[in-house]
């Protein structure tokens, strides 16, 4: 079975399931004819269990440890089940938190952050974990350079489409047979095409990027 396969029956990306690989949490057969990846009922097996258990939050290396058999499911539950308490502990005191400063009807300007800050830190050294979305921040910073590159390409080519009709229109006679125009323009016109689909794969990996989510465990 072929990874296009596996990606449409699991519902996991090329993208994921190819850094499952690298993550050695996946064991495909190599093909001996062509190399190809082959991939049987085990690697399916092993895939949803993959996607359930990151669904449910559990870092790579528990999943790895599970499939070494040094643990057992149900010592990662318990493991994880403590982990999953004390992010409610924190989210509740961050709901506390925002309780708080919702009855406040002052502007921004009267928000006291730094005496706030000061005591969620004091909070923090006795274990609570508050939401950090800063790295968030940063992720629409990813669209520019494929976004960049992308319009680039397609006014390159978009001109030379418009530069080779201009030419052929003024010059009729010297023109190339009507068949070999059409192949001239088309060729700027695929590039056009492969990179709006290389834009729209780059966009969906982004926002799903399992490798990006690994980094917080």
Not at 84 to 105: A, G, N, V, Y
Not at 139 to 144: L, N, P, S, T
Request: proline share 3%; net charge neutral.
């Amino acid at each position: 079975m072929r990874i296009n396969e596996v990606e449409a029956q699991v519902g996991i990306t090329k993208k994921n399931i190819r850094f499952y690989e690298e993550q050695g949490l996946l064991h495909p057969r190599r093909s001996t004819e062509n190399g190809y990846r082959d991939y049987g009922e085990g690697e399916l097996v092993a895939l949803r269990q993959i996607k359930l258990l990151r669904k449910l939050g559990v870092p790579l290396e528990e999943i790895r440890k599970m499939q070494a058999g040094t643990i057992t499911l149900g010592d990662c539950m318990r493991r994880h089940l403590v982990t999953l308490e004390r992010e409610q502990r924190s989210l509740e005191q961050s709901m506390e938190l925002c309780r708080r400063l919702k009855d406040r009807e002052g502007t921004l300007e009267s928000l006291d952050a730094r005496g706030l800050l000061e005591e969620m830190e004091a909070m923090e050294q006795t274990g609570a974990t508050f939401l950090n979305h800063q790295m968030g921040d940063t992720r629409r910073i990813r669209y520019v350079a494929p976004a960049v590159v992308t319009v680039l390409t397609v006014l390159l080519m978009g001109g030379l489409i418009a530069l080779m009709l201009w030419a052929f229109a003024i010059d009729a006679e010297e023109a190339p047979p009507l068949p070999l125009i059409v192949v001239l323009v088309a060729l700027p016109g695929v590039v056009i095409l492969g990179v709006l689909a290389a834009l729209w794969q780059r966009v969906k990996e982004i926002q799903k990027g399992e490798a990006d989510d690994a980094k917080n465990y």
